[in-house]
């Protein structure tokens, strides 16, 4: 499992643990990413430019630190 893969489900967890709007979070996040989480395979390659936005996308929205 990539990177990429492993930072959108742990997002898409985080969302649904915390009982938030699903398309509102993840549309806020796809506005600031370029992507839509909700699209990437585990067989997507890991774009460093990528996995940097989605990290500090979900720093600002969410509160959510990625390592």
């Known amino acids: 499992m990539g990177t ?3 930072y959108c489900t742990k997002i898409q ?3 649904e643990r915390e009982g938030m ?3 509102r979070v993840r ?3 796809a506005l600031r990413v370029g992507f839509l ?3 990437v395979e585990p067989e997507d390659p890991d ?3 990528k ?3 989605l990290r500090e996308a979900a720093q600002d ?3 959510l630190t990625l390592d």
């Open 4 to 6: 990429l893969y492993d």
């Open 13 to 15: 967890s985080h969302i």
């Open 21 to 23: 709007d699903l398309f």
């Open 27 to 29: 549309g806020e996040l």
């Open 37 to 39: 989480i909700s699209l």
């Open 47 to 49: 774009d460093p430019e």
């Open 51 to 53: 996995v940097k936005a």
């Open 61 to 63: 929205v969410l509160g």
